[in-house]
């Protein structure tokens, strides 16, 4: 049998933590070395010997969490989101000085939500107006999501590519927040609701016609699969990967 890879999880009694660590425990590849909250030391992580750190904590705590991991030689898969551009940068300048560590920030493990987004950025050159609804349990502390923002980026992108004008939007008169939030010039909407999980609508509109490009996640088991993906190949993909579609081939 090959050997099995080191897994830690930081922020494992939290709902995605907690599925994670049932998620490498059933992988026969996979050993968890680590299972850490809150009030853990993080040199239990060099203890343990893990090869790959997964971190799915709090937008506050990220960073500091896998700076650590690479400062000592682990590879990290970041689910956490507030990684906004200027913390990416500046772990991007620490993975220079670390060059053969991986890190993974996938704003979204859900394979269906990572193609949404891709075909929402694809869809988005074709029409006139664009605008993003995302929709989450009430307990989430961060808005809008962190897909949302990183479907926001790669639709502006892409309607920028294609020398589009920003959607049209005739508002002179709004109670604040009625537009919603934007970003890269994308209009943003965030619902809270209890019952939720996590899920997104992009809608695409043209004169007479509109696209609903939407993806649900029911049960957080949805996200495993992208979480193991990543665990397995983040040693094979050293530097910083902003996006789960980064290890995907989505360009045929
Ligand atoms: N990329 C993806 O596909 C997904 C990403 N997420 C993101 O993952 C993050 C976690 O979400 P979720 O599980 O719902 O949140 P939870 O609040 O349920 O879990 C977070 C956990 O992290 C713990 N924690 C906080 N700080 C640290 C730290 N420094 N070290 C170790 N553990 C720590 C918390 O402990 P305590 O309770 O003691 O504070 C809590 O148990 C969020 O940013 C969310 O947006 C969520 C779902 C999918
Ligand atoms: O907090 C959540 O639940 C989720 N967070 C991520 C995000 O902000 O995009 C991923 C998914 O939407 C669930």
Redesign the pocket.
Known sequence: MTEQLAVAVLGAGG??GAEAVKAVEAAEDLKLVAALGRSDSLEALVEAGADVVVDLTTPDSTEQNVRFAVEHGMHAVV?T?GWDQGKRRSLAALLEDNPQIGVLIA????LG?VLASAFAAKASRYFESVEIV?L??PD???A???????TAQLVAAARAEAGLPASPDATTKSLEGARGADVDGVKVHSVRLRGL??H?EVLLGGPGEQLTIRHD?YDRAS?MPGVLLGVRQVASHPGLTYGLDGYLDLND
């Open positions: 709902r995605m689910g989101t704003p979204n493990f859900a939500s995302e989450h349990h989430k502390v961060d809008p999501s962190g897909t949302a923002v990183r999980v996590a997104q996640s996200f």
